[in-house]
């Protein structure tokens, strides 16, 4: 037989399911939070595009200027829409 008790072997793998738990959120928040605020310049700049050709990458900054401004548009559009 075990030397604990059934409450105590409950309560032990409870604490092992919650740092197992919180583990995996810190590591997952952690990284869209970094990638979110570190990437951020790269990604509106358009760092990524490959060939270095001048279309690509200012296309790319337009189309995604043009995606910021946009999604204000809507959040102010919905801000007004639900105040009044």
Do not use: C, N, Q
């Not at 738990?21 to 951020?40: C, L, M, T």
């Not at 060939?51 to 007004?80: K, N, Q, Y």
């Amino acid at each position: 037989m075990s030397s604990k008790p059934p409450h105590d072997a409950r309560e032990e793998e409870a604490r092992k399911v919650i740092e197992r738990v919180e583990r995996e959120s810190e590591i997952v928040g952690r990284s869209s939070f970094v990638r979110a605020a570190g990437k951020a310049r790269d990604h509106l700049t358009a760092a990524e595009a490959e060939g270095g050709d001048p279309v690509e990458v200012w296309g790319r900054r337009v189309g995604r200027a043009l995606s910021v401004i946009a999604f204000i548009g809507l959040a102010l559009w919905l801000l007004a829409y639900l105040t009044r």
